[in-house]
């Protein structure tokens, strides 16, 4: 147990101490925070130019419905944000020739952002060109699309005798309160958060088995080829090297964790406190709290005796790459199946997948986020994870002993397993 101690002692501080370890410590928060928020202030920076848009039709209701919509959005849209873009329409009348050249002209000139082309063909089978200098603008090409529909569905109440007014009030979008059922007791809750609160959560653990599995490999590896290994091995078991890697690793994970929530605390608070108004109704079950822990270790224990048997049976960062995948697959495939099992928390895809032991460490959390399992399911997806530990950190340790001192060609599957009988 000394010798395991000492062990994680060195791992912890060398890499805790080391620039890298610094370095991506600091700029990781900055890179995230730059992500979010950069995008959302160029938008308000965008919108807050108005699109210059021409309007050519031959009939005018039409052309001055669409204006209306694009100047003044109605509640028929389809997007709430339809204001957050500003637009000043111009009316040109008819379509020919001469006047579509001419806003091609003033277009590539930068006088006019585009110009939305309506024909007698195209207004009765509701089909509209937009011609623009950016037609990658998806968003602003949404939004005119949401005004079009709802100029369309006014134009034709209006031909039906109904007043724009009342075609408003029939057309306005319904407001739906999501309220969750725990235990026969209401509580409300946003279905975008309720949806999003297990994959931020079902990322973290992700990220970090895959990080910081990597370094215990990269551990490993970098120890074989330089021969330390040998002198290591000259006074502690394999064991507990390969545990003290593991857990002093695992250590400076938590460690980084424990700084990053530690500066969202400090630096996110103002920017919860603006914004409690919309995460007010942002509910977190407390079985989140408790589990995240468990199944965070758990998974990361798993997988870092997985990634330390790889680094024990290759000899460089490039044979690694190629044989990390069967270790990488059943992560992928948490990603994968994780929407469906938001969607269906009970069902039977979600229910094995949270037992089988390389994926319930994320699935099994994904469901408890989502829609606290039964109790008994719970317990049986952490007891068969740690019984799959136990049997995997006992056979990657095998490995590991003999692997460690191999050198030169890559071991095939057969001579895998000859090390595990035999060591």
Same mark, same amino acid.
């Given at each position: ?8 002692? &060195?791992?912890? #501080? ?5 620039? %890298?370890?610094?370095?991506?410590? =600091? @700029?990781?928060? /900055? ?122 569905? &006014?134009?034709? #109440? ?5 007043? %724009?007014?009342?075609?408003?009030? =029939? @057309?306005?979008? /319904? ?125 990361? #224990? ?5 990634? %330390? ?115």
């Amino acid at each position: 147990m000394r010798n395991t101690w000492l062990i994680i002692r &060195r791992e912890y #501080l060398e890499r805790v101490r080391s620039k %890298a370890f610094i370095i991506f410590t =600091i @700029l990781t928060p /900055v890179l995230v925070a730059a992500l979010v928020l950069l995008p959302s202030k160029l938008m308000m920076m965008k919108s807050g130019k108005a699109q210059s848009i021409a309007v050519v039709s031959p009939d005018p209701a039409i052309a001055t419905a669409i204006q209306q919509q694009l100047v003044q959005p109605s509640s028929t849209g389809s997007d709430d944000d339809m204001g957050a873009q500003k637009f000043t329409v111009t009316l040109d009348g008819a379509p020919s020739e001469q006047l579509r050249t001419s806003l091609n002209d003033q277009v590539s000139a930068g006088k006019l952002d585009g110009y939305l082309w309506l024909t007698q063909d195209g207004i009765g089978k509701r089909t509209v060109t937009y011609a623009t200098r950016n037609s990658s603008d998806l968003m602003g090409a949404s939004i005119i699309q949401s005004a079009l529909r709802a100029a369309f569905i &006014r134009n034709a #109440l209006a031909e039906k005798g109904i007043a %724009a007014t009342d075609a408003d009030s =029939i @057309l306005s979008r /319904v407001s739906l309160d999501t309220i969750r059922i725990e235990k026969g007791k209401e509580t409300r809750s946003s279905s975008i958060a309720a949806f999003m609160l297990p994959f931020v959560l079902m990322f973290m653990i992700y990220m970090t088995v895959i990080i910081y599995g990597v370094a215990v490999m990269r551990s490993v590896i970098e120890e074989k080829t330089s021969r330390v290994v040998e002198v290591l091995l000259s006074s502690v078991r394999p064991m507990e090297l390969m545990a003290g890697k593991i857990i002093g690793v695992g250590a400076v994970g938590l460690t980084q964790m424990l700084i990053w929530c530690t500066c969202i605390a400090a630096l996110g608070t103002p920017g919860f406190v603006a914004a409690k108004a919309y995460l007010k109704d942002v509910q977190i079950p407390a079985p989140v709290f408790i589990l995240f822990p468990i199944f965070f270790l758990l998974g990361y #224990l798993l997988y870092a005796a997985l990634y %330390a048997a790889v680094g024990a049976m290759v000899n460089s960062d490039e044979e690694a790459q190629q044989v990390q995948w069967p270790v990488l697959l059943p992560l992928i495939a948490c990603t994968v199946f994780a929407s469906a099992v938001i969607r269906q928390p009970n069902g039977q895809l979600a229910f094995w997948l949270s037992l089988f032991p390389l994926t319930s460490p994320i699935i099994m959390f994904v469901r408890v986020a989502s829609q606290m399992p039964p109790l008994w399911q719970v317990l049986l997806s952490i007891a068969l994870l740690v019984g799959t530990i136990y049997a995997v950190v006992f056979i990657c340790a095998r490995i590991y002993r003999v692997g460690i001192l191999m050198y030169g060609k890559r071991p095939t599957l057969p001579e895998i397993i000859k090390w595990i009988k035999y060591a």
